[in-house]
């Protein structure tokens, strides 16, 4: 199984101001996740980040407000851009392995004031 | 599209009671499915799958969940819970073959009482 580390595991921002989220994991994997969790609610796939190419995004979500970086096989970061109360979420990486399970990390609780 | 469905926001339950979380899907193919746990401040743990084959599929720490195809239900049970069983459980379904493509139901928090 892949282990995944996050950082930071939580924070406490300002509106307007920009947040990137790391995500390490112990192996080389081909597909890395980003997923939001709105509090209350499910968890949401933002855009799948792609080794060597730009992320794709899932309808809702665009680059301009969630740039993704993929520089190796084992991280990716996450940038929240230009804060809003309404992005106060968590934010999960996860990876795939083999076919069926995907794995995750501990996330980062993201508060917005 | 898939959809999931879990019925029950919260559950409270004393310790050594049995539990049942319910889940539905929806989807106009076969499907996996999957149950996800989530401890305070930790990331999501499968928690069991069932990908084909028996539809019964059980976990190592006693829980079990059995997928209903006419039914297209995949409940979770535990004949007796624990305090350390606390904690937010998901189901999830993703199409065979593409664990990318996971749909998350809105999540059942378990709370078992002493």
């Known amino acids: 199984s892949a282990v995944i580390s996050q950082k930071p595991s939580r924070d406490i921002c300002q509106r307007g101001t920009s947040l990137t989220i790391q995500c390490q994991v112990d192996s080389q994997v081909t597909m890395m996740f980003w997923y939001r969790q709105q509090p209350g609610q499910s968890l949401t796939l933002i855009a799948t980040?792609?080794?060597?190419?730009?992320?794709?995004?899932e309808s809702g979500f665009v680059i301009d407000k969630f740039p993704i970086s993929r520089p190796n096989l084992t991280f990716s970061t996450l940038t929240v851009s230009n804060m809003s109360p309404e992005d106060s979420s968590i934010y999960l990486c996860s990876v795939v392995q083999g076919r069926t399970e995907a794995f995750f990390g501990q996330g980062t609780r993201l508060t917005v004031v | 599209a898939q959809s999931v469905t879990q019925l029950d926001s919260q559950v409270p339950v004393f310790e050594e009671a049995p539990v049942e979380l319910r889940c539905n899907y929806s989807?106009?193919?076969?499907?996996?499915l999957f149950w996800y746990v989530q401890y305070p401040n930790q990331g999501l743990q499968l928690l069991l799958k069932?990908?084909?084959?028996?539809?019964l599929v059980k976990s190592i720490n006693g829980f079990e969940a059995e997928f209903n195809k006419s039914q297209t239900s995949f409940h979770l049970r535990k004949p007796s819970v624990h305090i350390s069983d606390t904690a937010e459980y998901f189901c999830?379904?993703?199409?065979?073959?593409?664990?990318?493509?996971?749909?998350f139901g809105s999540g059942t928090q378990l709370t078992v009482l002493p």
């Open positions: 980040a792609n080794q060597g190419s730009e992320a794709t995004y």
């Open positions: 989807s106009s193919v076969s499907v996996y």
């Open positions: 999830a379904v993703s199409e065979p073959g593409s664990a990318r493509q996971l749909t």
């Open positions: 069932y990908l084909s084959g028996s539809t």
